[in-house]
C-alpha cells in the first residue's frame, strides 16, 4: 500500500485545497473497501465453485455473496448452500457439510485440518451418523426405488479453501486498490 501524501501551500487557498483533498480520500474510502471487498468475494466463489464442482454432488450446492457497505466500512459474506435429504428413520443429510467435511473414510482416510481445531468437523462427526468408518454401505434410492452402495463422499472442502484464498490475498489485494 503506497503511503498517501498530503501538500499545501501555508495560505487561506492552500488549506483550502489541503481540505478539499482529504475530503476526497475520505468520500473514496468506502468506494475502495467496497471493492477490496468484492474483489475477494470473487475470488472466493471461483475457489468455492471449483472445489464444489469436484464432488458429484455438487449439483446441489449453490454459492452467492452479500456485500454492504457505509461510511464505516463494509461487510461480506460468502455463502454457499445445500440440500439437504431426508428420508424416514434416518437424520438429515446436508450435502453442503458432506462436501465440506467428508462422509465414509473410503474417501477421506487422512484427518481433516479442522479437526482438533476449535471448529471439531470431519468425518464422523456428522450428527446421526452410523456408518463413517465403513468403507462401504448401502441406501435406500428413493427415484430407482433399490438399494445401492456407497463409499460416501469425499471432502474437496470449498468453504474451507475460499476461505484460505481470501485471507492469502487481503495484503496483496488492500495494496492494489488502495
Known amino acids: 500500500m503506497e503511503k498517501k ?15 478539499k483533498q482529504l475530503l476526497q480520500y475520505r468520500d473514496d474510502l468506502p468506494i475502495k473497501c467496497k471493492q477490496l471487498v468484492s474483489r475477494l468475494l470473487q475470488s472466493g466463489v471461483e475457489v468455492a465453485e471449483t472445489n464444489i464442482s469436484k464432488s458429484p454432488l455438487g449439483k446441489y450446492v449453490t454459492v452467492s455473496t452479500n456485500i454492504s457497505a457505509d461510511k464505516m466500512g463494509c461487510n461480506g459474506i460468502l455463502l454457499a448452500k445445500g440440500q439437504v ?63 445401492m452402495p456407497t463409499h460416501g463422499v469425499k ?10 484464498d481470501i485471507r492469502s ?4 489485494t488492500a495494496k492494489e486498490i488502495f
Do not use: C, R
Request: no cysteine; aromatic share 16%; hydrophobic share 35%.
Open 5 to 19: 501524501t498530503f501538500t499545501a501551500d501555508l495560505s487561506v487557498s492552500g488549506l483550502n485545497d489541503l481540505k
Open 85 to 147: 435429504k431426508e428420508q424416514d428413520g434416518y437424520a438429515p443429510f446436508s450435502i453442503l457439510l458432506a462436501i465440506e467435511f467428508g462422509a465414509g473414510v473410503h474417501f477421506n482416510p487422512t484427518k481433516n485440518p479442522l479437526v482438533g481445531s476449535k471448529f471439531p468437523y470431519g468425518v464422523g462427526t456428522f450428527p446421526g451418523q452410523t456408518h463413517a468408518y465403513d468403507d462401504m454401505w448401502w441406501y435406500w434410492n428413493e427415484k430407482e426405488q433399490k438399494w
Open 155 to 164: 471432502a474437496t472442502m470449498p468453504m474451507y479453501k475460499a476461505g484460505e
Open 169 to 172: 490475498k487481503i495484503i496483496k
